[in-house]
T-cell receptor, first 114, second 116 residues
Framework: AQSVTQLDSQVPVFEEAPVELRCNYS??????LFWYVQYPNQGLQLLLK??????LVKGINGFEAEFNKSQTSFHLRKPSVHISDTAEYFC????????????FGKGTRLHILP | GAVVSQHPSRVICKSGTSVKIECRSL??????MFWYRQFPKQSLMLMAT?????????EQGVEKDKFLINHASLTLSTLTVTSAHPEDSSFYIC????????????FGDGTRLSIL
């Protein structure tokens, strides 16, 4: 079984500053990793995913994440945040074999300060 | 990109009534659909997984007689909350996936259910 830990429930960041949202996972098998964003009262939108290959994954809205197998991490980064990035961010993991379900972390609220 | 439509977006009803939520994949065939429940300021909890034409697989602790799931076609799945009570009030989100393997899930915009 897989599990995901998002260490920070809330991250305040000044506008135009860089941000990193942390995510660690555990699994006994190889995994796929995802970051989703949720705006208030909406569903989830996929930001990026790691399936295989390059460990640095670039997604939408200027976000990127790096898969680190030795540290079992998949931290999300953006070099310069905008007020529109205010949202809840979920890290998620699934097994890479068959139709494994996706397990979500508890989420990190990114709060952009003016 | 892939679009999943969820309807209704918000519903308020009296205790004891049944509520049906629809989840449609608009531009792809969804062989698998997922239903999640999200409590305020918490993560998504998977309730059940449904594959087209077969019975849904429910997660531990989810009452299958309470939350009826039907996935009769490749573009539509429904969740019916039967005899709803105030504790069933929540944000319900569906997602759909087209193919096996590494295809991502595409999420609907969710349904805010409020039971009075």
């Amino acid at each position: 079984a897989q599990s995901v830990t998002q260490l920070d429930s809330q991250v305040p960041v000044f506008e135009e500053a860089p941000v990193e949202l942390r995510c660690n996972y555990s699994s006994s098998v190889s995994v796929y990793l995802f970051w989703y964003v949720q705006y208030p009262n909406q569903g989830l939108q996929l930001l990026l995913k790691y399936l295989s290959g390059s460990t640095l994954v670039k997604g939408i809205n200027g976000f990127e994440a790096e898969f680190n197998k030795s540290q079992t991490s998949f931290h999300l980064r953006k070099p310069s945040v905008h007020i529109s990035d205010t949202a809840e961010y979920f890290c998620a993991v699934s097994g890479s074999l068959g139709d494994d379900k996706i397990i979500f972390g508890k989420g990190t609220r990114l709060h952009i300060l003016p | 990109g892939a679009v999943v439509s969820q309807h209704p977006s918000r519903v308020i009803c009296k205790s004891g009534t049944s509520v049906k939520i629809e989840c449609r994949s608009l531009d792809f065939q969804a062989t698998t659909m997922f239903w999640y429940r999200q409590f305020p300021k918490q993560s998504l909890m998977l309730m059940a997984t449904s594959n087209e034409g077969s019975k849904a697989t429910y997660e531990q602790g989810v009452e299958k007689d309470k939350f009826l799931i039907n996935h009769a076609s490749l573009t539509l799945s429904t969740l019916t909350v039967t005899s709803a009570h105030p504790e069933d009030s929540s944000f319900y989100i569906c997602s759909a996936r087209g193919q096996r393997g590494n295809q991502p899930q595409h999420f609907g915009d969710g349904t805010r259910l409020s039971i009075l």
